[in-house]
């Protein structure tokens, strides 16, 4: 039996090594060569957060991607060429693959496949750990492999292990999508049960007021949570980090308010997964206020403002009180400024900066590092502000001890 029989092979569970993996990007008539190496480098924290190493980019200039398989024929036999040459796990493409397309390259490249939306719903399918995000994980995959079922699967037993291949597992196409469809409708009663638990608890917690840190991933939003809230939620440097919602009560001076961590939006993200956890989202929703961290120090902060600001549209709470805070002021020092500048030279560059943003928005904006607490008390008391505002338009004739 070959090592590519996958759907023979005896069940071994996940891979514990190491992927070796390649990425492969296309650079369509509108893009750049510059904003695809963008893409393919967020790619390639998203493999390294799942527990690939990436030891090769291929990319390719098209008018359109090819039906059969996504690349030109030459990219294809120079890719399993080096595939052959390098001993290489896995190939990842930056872009949705159909299932005849996944399947023809696993056909040729001997190795396993997986696109973005498969590198992302494996992390999620890694970092679930409550019953909803678990749920909304796997409501993501059923919805994501439907039109996607390629003759690999054996009734919801995984056969293969590693990135991409975690969740419900695999069945034969003979079982039909019946099997599939019917696993969705369960899985959206249950989440709908969930959700009315959730309303439940979201009722119970009173009348205080909701603020809630949003933004790119691995912006810093659950260290902020951290220090706001002095609780200890799981804060990495890793995209995902937070999957689950957070809510923690704090207490400024003698003023109370609830603080959500949520999970962070990301470019790219799959259809499917922002509907599967909208009932996730539906904690930003009903905020009074949200706190907009951005990772100033990333070359593309920009593109992720954007991206942030375009799903809160879609939210519909683009409206909301916002304040503006840009995270990791103490990197962006580190990488940007020169030793030989002085610190005039610096404020006033920061100055300029922040000028820059605060004429592009009606929001408030704060530069703040919560690694090393800089500026952490104006950004306190900015906050409390906002707070104390929405306490007075929401109970006006209210008496507050605060």
Same mark, same amino acid.
């Given at each position: 039996?070959? /090592?590519?029989?996958?759907? #023979?092979?005896?069940?071994?569970?996940?891979?514990?090594?190491?992927?070796?993996?390649?990425?492969?990007?296309?650079?369509?008539? &509108?893009?750049?060569?510059?904003?695809?190496?963008?893409?393919?480098?967020?790619?390639?924290?998203?493999?390294?957060?799942?527990?690939?190493?990436?030891?090769?980019?291929?990319?390719?200039? @098209?008018?359109?991607?090819? #039906?059969?398989?996504? =690349?030109?024929?030459?990219?294809?036999?120079?890719?399993?060429?080096?595939?052959?040459?390098?001993?290489?796990?896995?190939?990842?493409?930056?872009?949705?693959?159909?299932? &005849?397309?996944?399947?023809?390259?696993?056909?040729? *490249?001997? !190795? &396993?496949?997986?696109?973005?939306?498969?590198? =992302?719903?494996?992390?999620?399918?890694?970092?679930?750990?409550?019953?909803?995000?678990?749920?909304?994980?796997?409501?993501?995959?059923?919805?994501? @492999?439907?039109?996607?079922? !390629?003759?690999?699967?054996?009734?919801?037993?995984?056969?293969?292990?590693?990135?991409?291949?975690?969740?419900?597992?695999?069945?034969?196409?003979?079982?039909?999508? !019946?099997?599939?469809?019917?696993?969705?409708?369960?899985?959206?009663?249950?989440?709908?049960?969930?959700?009315?638990?959730?309303?439940?608890?979201?009722?119970?917690?009173?009348?205080?007021?909701?603020?809630?840190?949003?933004?790119?991933?691995?912006?810093?939003?659950?260290?902020?949570? /951290?220090?706001?809230?002095?609780?200890?939620?799981?804060?990495?440097?890793?995209?995902?980090?937070?999957?689950?919602?957070?809510?923690?009560?704090?207490? %400024?001076?003698?003023? +109370? *308010?609830?603080?959500?961590?949520?999970?962070?939006? $990301?470019?790219?993200? +799959?259809?499917?997964?922002?509907?599967? %956890? #909208?009932?996730?989202?539906?904690?930003?929703?009903?905020?009074?206020?949200?706190?907009?961290?951005?990772?100033?120090?990333?070359?593309?902060?920009?593109?992720?403002?954007?991206?942030?600001?375009?799903?809160?549209?879609?939210?519909?709470?683009?409206?909301?009180?916002?304040?503006?805070? *840009?995270?990791?002021?103490?990197?962006?020092?580190?990488?940007?400024?020169?030793?030989?500048?002085?610190?005039?030279?610096?404020?006033?560059?920061?100055?300029? @900066?922040?000028?820059?943003?605060?004429?592009?928005?009606?929001?408030?904006?704060?530069?703040?590092?919560?690694?090393?607490?800089?500026? =952490?008390?104006?950004?306190?008391?900015?906050?409390?502000?906002? $707070?104390?505002?929405?306490? /007075?338009?929401?109970?006006?004739?209210?008496?507050?001890?605060?």
């Amino acid at each position: 039996m070959s /090592n590519w029989d996958i759907s #023979k092979q005896k069940n071994k569970g996940l891979k514990k090594e190491i992927e070796k993996a390649i990425m492969i990007g296309v650079i369509s008539q &509108k893009g750049s060569q510059e904003k695809t190496d963008e893409y393919l480098d967020e790619l390639e924290f998203l493999a390294s957060t799942a527990g690939a190493t990436v030891v090769k980019r291929f990319t390719q200039k @098209l008018a359109s991607p090819i #039906k059969s398989t996504f =690349i030109g024929s030459g990219k294809v036999e120079e890719i399993a060429q080096y595939i052959e040459e390098h001993d290489v796990d896995l190939v990842i493409f930056d872009d949705d693959l159909t299932g &005849k397309q996944t399947n023809i390259l696993e056909e040729t *490249f001997k !190795r &396993k496949i997986i696109d973005r939306s498969t590198l =992302i719903l494996d992390i999620f399918a890694s970092r679930a750990q409550s019953a909803q995000a678990k749920t909304q994980v796997e409501l993501a995959q059923m919805q994501y @492999l439907l039109p996607r079922l !390629r003759g690999l699967w054996t009734h919801l037993e995984r056969q293969r292990g590693g990135i991409g291949m975690r969740g419900p597992g695999e069945m034969e196409i003979e079982t039909d999508r !019946r099997i599939i469809r019917d696993k969705i409708s369960k899985l959206k009663n249950r989440l709908e049960k969930i959700d009315l638990q959730n309303i439940t608890q979201r009722k119970n917690r009173g009348q205080l007021i909701r603020v809630s840190l949003v933004g790119y991933t691995n912006v810093g939003k659950s260290t902020i949570m /951290n220090m706001l809230s002095k609780s200890e939620v799981f804060a990495e440097n890793k995209l995902f980090a937070t999957l689950d919602t957070t809510v923690r009560k704090v207490v %400024f001076d003698t003023m +109370p *308010f609830l603080l959500s961590d949520t999970v962070g939006f $990301i470019r790219k993200l +799959p259809h499917h997964l922002v509907e599967s %956890f #909208k009932s996730t989202l539906d904690e930003v929703r009903e905020s009074d206020i949200l706190v907009h961290v951005v990772d100033m120090a990333h070359p593309n902060y920009e593109d992720h403002m954007n991206t942030v600001n375009q799903t809160l549209k879609d939210l519909g709470v683009i409206d909301k009180p916002i304040l503006l805070v *840009f995270n990791k002021l103490d990197l962006y020092k580190k990488t940007y400024f020169d030793e030989l500048l002085d610190e005039e030279t610096k404020e006033e560059i920061l100055t300029d @900066l922040l000028r820059k943003h605060q004429d592009s928005t009606d929001n408030q904006v704060l530069f703040i590092s919560a690694q090393e607490k800089i500026n =952490i008390d104006t950004f306190k008391s900015t906050l409390k502000t906002l $707070i104390e505002d929405q306490y /007075n338009i929401r109970y006006p004739y209210q008496t507050k001890t605060w």
